[in-house]
């Protein structure tokens, strides 16, 4: 059975989001359940397919699976290390990555909603301090490559370079536009937009797909970190 093309979402979804925070009772969520599945899970299904075969151009060891903890989040929060007893949350996301059991800090494209804006990107938010040191010599050693790199997504303003950042500078003597990325304990690369009408028709998918494209180059370079850092673990080990 073929499943239905995605059309984009709806008003009444982020109402949901809305609404299932502010009411926070899993009793409410039960006889409201059809409505989350209607309204959000089942777009989000179609969505992850739709986009999927693109996706596996990019990497093919990407989990794919339309389904919730698969490649879709809980609308459940898991509250037992958060000061934040909330159980439900205003924000619904996918994520297309390797799996985790091999490849625990690789980084991800995502794609998130809330009732007022969505985001998407590409994601190093598991980087480790290894991962972006290695990262930070790879980029000192070859500045050329590292620039050519990332030529494509800074042709227009459609990303924003996110993530925590030291205090101090550790290359204080660097170009401001470089510390951007050699300052970051980790590292995200985001659109971010509170224009919801674009979420109401099927052309967010091609903006989503247009966007990827754009951040492949630098994904597959922070992928070459992670290899590198698996093999380095490796010789170590032996």
Known sequence: ???????GFTEEALQFLEQVRENDSKTWYEE????????????FKQLVSGLAPDLLLID?????TPSVNKT???????????????????TMWFTFKRPKADWLEAPSFFFEI??????????????????MDIFRAKVLANLDVFYKTI??????????IEGDKYKR????DLPSELKEWIDRKNLYLVHNST?????????????????????EPIYHYLCKVEEQKMASSVVNRS
Not at 118 to 129: C, E, K, L
Not at 169 to 172: A, C, E, I, R, T
């Open 1 to 7: 059975m073929n499943r239905p093309e995605f059309q």
């Open 32 to 43: 409201n359940k059809p409505r989350y599945e209607k309204l959000l899970l089942d777009p």
């Open 60 to 64: 093919p060891l990407f989990e794919v």
């Open 72 to 90: 879709i989040s809980r609308l459940y929060r898991d509250t037992r290390f958060s000061k934040d007893k909330s159980l439900y949350r205003s």
């Open 114 to 131: 809330s009732p007022l804006s969505f985001r998407y990107g590409m994601g190093y938010y598991s980087a480790n301090r290894e991962s």
């Open 151 to 160: 030529q494509p997504m800074s042709d227009g303003d459609r990303y924003e």
């Open 169 to 172: 500078s550790l290359h204080p």
């Open 195 to 215: 224009d919801i009408q674009r979420l109401f028709s099927s052309v967010i998918a091609d903006e989503l797909l247009t966007g990827f494209k754009q951040l």
